[in-house]
């Protein structure tokens, strides 16, 4: 059972990535549901989970502080155990280096694939 939750709860983190690049499509109530079934895990860390996750898709670097504070104020040992989880790196400015962004960049090359003869039909339409 708890395994079928986490499954479902990761599946649908997958869909608050979208948000991030279109925040037109951004729905409260589908990011209200997935919260709440990541709340509704614990005392499993789905929830802490869930707030790297926002972490690492929106910060290059981010304040030891300030991510202690998006952690719930969980305890230092347990903020480095994260930060070394997730392959982040905390610098001696007390700043934790995510990743560059620009690495998780995709680039994706569309085909428009339009026939002369179907555009005429088109253009033979509007006359």
């Not at 030891?64 to 997730?86: A, C, F, M, R």
Request: hydrophobic share 40%; proline share 3%.
């Amino acid at each position: 059972m708890a395994d079928a939750m986490r499954a479902t709860v990761a599946t649908l983190l997958k869909g608050i990535d979208r948000y991030q690049f279109n925040p037109g499509y951004y729905q409260t109530n589908v990011t209200a549901q997935i919260l709440l079934k990541a709340l509704t895990n614990l005392p499993h860390t789905d929830f802490m989970l869930f707030v790297c996750h926002v972490v690492g898709a929106t910060y290059q670097t981010i304040p030891l502080e300030h991510l202690t504070q998006l952690l719930g104020g969980v305890p230092d040992s347990q903020v480095k155990q994260w930060i070394n989880k997730y392959g982040w790196h905390l610098g001696s400015d007390f700043n934790v280096f995510i990743s560059n962004q620009e690495d998780n960049i995709k680039t994706k090359n569309i085909t428009e694939k339009i026939t002369f003869d179907s555009v005429a039909a088109i253009m033979a339409s509007h006359r």
